[in-house]
Structure formats: C-alpha cells, structure tokens
C-alpha cells in the first residue's frame, strides 16, 4: 500500500505521521500519489516533473518513486543527487515539501539488498505500468501507438533494463497547513520543519509559530503529536517536538 500502513508509522519519525495523515485523508482522490520532483539540471537550472509515490521503504522513511532508467533525470541525479519534492493535496490543502539525497537503484547497482528493493518495486507495479519501460526513451515520439498494444511482458519476468528505483532519503520536510485551523484568523497557516539528524540520535519537529501561542493552538499542537513522541517543549519561540 503506498501510505505504508500503521505498522510501518509506528515505526517512522515525528513529520510522518503528518504525511500519513494526509494520504489516509486523501486516498479518495487519485492524483493524491503525483508529486512534484525537482533535481538539479545541466547548467545548474531546476528541472522539474511529475512522479507517482511508490510508497516507504520498508522500516524507514525513505521515499521509493518508480522511473525510467533512460530518462534525464538519471544523469541529473547522479551527477547532483540532492531534490526536493513538492506535494499538495487538494482536499486538506496541506503542502509538504521534502528534501533529501536520492539513490539510484538501477539493473548495474552492485549492491544485493538494493537490487532486492528494485525487484520487489517492480512487481509491486501493474503490468499495465511495468509496459511503459518496453517503449521507446522517454522524450522521443512514438511511432505507431500499436507498438506500445502489442508489446508482450511475461508477468512473471524480473524487472527489464529500462526499470529504475529512485530513493529520496528525507533531510528537511516543511509542511504548510492552509485550513487546518479556522477559528485562527491571525494564523492562516501553520509552518512545520523537520531536520534529519544522520547521526547520535532522532530528528527534530520544529513548529514556528511567530507569535504569543494561545492556549488552544498549543492544545491542537500536543494533539496532533500525541502519538509521535514525548509531550513539546516551548523554547526560544519555537515548539520542539523531540
């Protein structure tokens, strides 16, 4: 399931638990799995595309999107491996924005555990999904729509050369809530950072609230963390969330 399940929140750092509330929240609507991709182009210009979240990876909370090897942002990846995702979902008008370094996990990939995660992301894809990378690169045109109808995949078969894993491991998440709380005139939106601490300990929930925290707004704040950790501490303008 691409939200990741309870089992697998359960187990993921504070700013998850917010992600998976808006898929749960979203999970009606389609495009609620299409987000926004950014990477570093040639020349150092943005580039930019639509990608479909292909869920956790399993006991994390890295980030698995499904492409084409041939793409080019293959060679943008690997020679700046740091992007940043944008996603909105319509019906909550949430907005997370989640950056990281991204692995490429390709068919040439040494390394066993990740060509497992390629395999597994493979056939966790429709047929009708895993066709697209039978065809030709991406950007060209297609001859004859016919090739793409009448080409043949063994359901069965391993991935194909062309099948590409990309993992966004999350460095810094920024979340803007535009409707979460409307009794709140002042504050239209709330701004919710997370910094990934790689090492000696767990990241960090910072929520800025930029003004005296009312009473109720700070209720709502240790309610929606009830779960995800110890109770927040108000320190230097800033509500931490361990």
């Given at each position: 399931m691409a939200g990741g399940g309870a089992a697998a929140s359960a187990l993921s750092t504070p700013w998850r638990s917010l992600l998976q509330r808006?898929?749960?929240?979203?999970?009606?609507?389609?495009?609620?799995?299409?987000?926004?991709l950014a990477t570093v182009g040639g020349g150092g210009r943005p580039a930019n595309r639509t990608v479909v979240f292909r869920g956790f990876q399993e006991q994390s909370d890295k980030i698995q999107i499904n492409t084409d090897a041939r793409s080019n942002k293959i060679g943008e990846i690997r020679n700046c491996s740091?992007?940043?995702?944008?996603?909105?979902?319509?019906?909550?008008?949430?907005?997370?924005?989640?950056?990281?370094?991204?692995?490429?996990?390709?068919?040439?990939?040494?390394?066993?555990?990740?060509?497992?995660?390629?395999?597994?992301?493979?056939?966790?894809s429709s047929v009708k999904s895993r066709l697209q990378y039978l065809g030709p690169c991406p950007g060209l045109?297609?001859?004859?729509?016919?090739?793409?109808?009448?080409a043949h995949l063994?359901?069965?078969a391993g991935p194909v050369d062309a099948f590409c894993l990309l993992v966004l491991d999350p460095e810094k998440f920024s979340y803007r809530n535009a409707n979460?709380?409307?009794?709140?005139?002042?504050?239209?939106?709330?701004?919710?950072?997370?910094?990934?601490?790689?090492?000696?300990?767990?990241?960090?929930?910072?929520?800025?609230?930029g003004q005296a925290m009312n009473a109720a707004?700070?209720?709502?704040?240790?309610?929606?963390?009830?779960?995800?950790?110890?109770?927040?501490?108000?320190?230097?303008?800033r509500l931490h969330i361990a």
């Amino acid at each position: 399931m691409a939200g990741g399940g309870a089992a697998a929140s359960a187990l993921s750092t504070p700013w998850r638990s917010l992600l998976q509330r808006a898929l749960d929240g979203n999970a009606h609507l389609k495009h609620s799995t299409f987000f926004q991709l950014a990477t570093v182009g040639g020349g150092g210009r943005p580039a930019n595309r639509t990608v479909v979240f292909r869920g956790f990876q399993e006991q994390s909370d890295k980030i698995q999107i499904n492409t084409d090897a041939r793409s080019n942002k293959i060679g943008e990846i690997r020679n700046c491996s740091f992007g940043e995702i944008c996603w909105y979902f319509t019906d909550t008008w949430e907005q997370f924005r989640i950056s990281g370094f991204i692995d490429v996990v390709d068919g040439s990939n040494p390394e066993p555990v990740k060509l497992q995660l390629r395999e597994r992301a493979w056939f966790g894809s429709s047929v009708k999904s895993r066709l697209q990378y039978l065809g030709p690169c991406p950007g060209l045109p297609i001859p004859d729509d016919d090739l793409i109808k009448d080409a043949h995949l063994d359901p069965s078969a391993g991935p194909v050369d062309a099948f590409c894993l990309l993992v966004l491991d999350p460095e810094k998440f920024s979340y803007r809530n535009a409707n979460a709380i409307p009794w709140m005139l002042s504050w239209p939106s709330i701004l919710v950072c997370y910094v990934n601490v790689k090492a000696g300990g767990a990241g960090l929930l910072e929520i800025n609230y930029g003004q005296a925290m009312n009473a109720a707004f700070k209720r709502w704040l240790v309610e929606v963390n009830r779960k995800t950790g110890p109770p927040p501490q108000v320190a230097n303008g800033r509500l931490h969330i361990a």
